[in-house]
């Protein structure tokens, strides 16, 4: 398909996720920054998936007091069909319907009626055939990553595809400390290049973010004279591997 037109001026915006605003993750919180950066301009809705309540609130924990929310109150970990999605975003005259979250209750018996954007978190290198499946109701898809626009692109070549990745939000203050300051007080010596590997592995006992196979990785990516130090923090705790004493 060719450039997406969205209309002139303020529109009805629908965020939609099967998580609450005030849940733990991150897609509960990149939806909550996109929400107050549009409300700015635009009419703006949640819309909680699995929350009970279908009345739209207002003054809702975790967002802006002009942005409201809803929810489907569609079954817990049961299929969810776009058609019931659409009656949804028909009753209340969304104009854009733009999605944060996994795409495997997702079950297509029409396309979305307002324009539709997919903000997709991939996480394989070929579409599970759920993904694939839901994506087909979309008209564009944003990935998070430039590599993962051309993977995404290949194998869905009818859609509009671009990446967008998501937000990082400046606690402020970095900018102005110097480099040299902050190496000193992390103990990276000068002449280290310093790799970040940031995630939240909450379910840890299946090891779903593979840090092992992260720090593998960032191993044999060295090469034969590596002299660099990477630092993984991670929720509860934190893990430093200097590749100077050799990975098991």
Same mark, same amino acid.
């Given at each position: !398909? ?17 998580? %609450? ?11 909550? $920054? ?10 703006? +809705? ?15 924990? /975790? ?5 409201? !929310?809803?929810? /489907?109150?569609?079954?817990?970990? %049961?299929? $969810? ?9 028909? @009753?209340?005259? +969304?104009? $854009?319907?733009?999605?944060? !979250? ?8 029409? +396309? ?8 997709? #978190? ?39 595809? !671009?990446? &967008?990745?998501? $937000? ?16 000193? @007080?992390?103990?990276? #010596?000068? /002449? ?13 006992? @299946?090891?779903? @973010? ?24 991670? &929720? ?13």
């Amino acid at each position: !398909m060719g450039s997406i037109r969205l209309p002139a001026g303020s529109f009805r915006v629908c965020l939609g996720s099967f998580t %609450q605003p005030w849940s733990f993750g991150p897609y509960a919180r990149q939806l909550t $920054v996109l929400a107050g950066q549009l409300a700015k301009k635009h009419v703006v +809705m949640w819309l909680a998936l699995g929350y009970h309540d279908t009345e739209v609130r207002i003054k809702v924990p /975790g967002l802006p007091e002009n942005v409201g !929310m809803l929810g /489907g109150d569609f079954p817990r970990n %049961q299929g $969810v069909y776009v058609s019931s999605i659409n009656a949804l975003l028909v @009753k209340h005259k +969304m104009d $854009v319907f733009i999605s944060l !979250m996994d795409l495997n209750r997702v079950f297509v018996d029409e +396309m979305f009626s307002p324009l539709s954007i997919s903000w997709f #978190p991939n996480h394989f290198v070929s579409l599970d055939l759920h993904s694939r499946h839901a994506l087909t109701a979309y008209d564009a898809v944003a990935v998070l990553g430039p590599s993962d626009a051309t993977r995404v692109k290949e194998q869905l070549p009818h859609k509009h595809v !671009m990446h &967008i990745p998501h $937000v990082i939000e400046d606690p402020g203050g970095l900018g102005e400390t110097p480099r040299s300051v902050l190496r000193q @007080k992390y103990g990276v #010596p000068a /002449g280290k290049f310093l790799a970040l590997v940031n995630f939240a592995n909450y379910d840890a006992e @299946k090891n779903r @973010k593979s840090i092992d196979l992260s720090l593998l990785a960032w191993k044999g990516g060295l090469g034969p004279t590596p002299s660099a130090r990477s630092r993984s923090p991670e &929720i509860g705790s934190r893990t430093r591997v200097d590749p100077d004493h050799p990975l098991p």
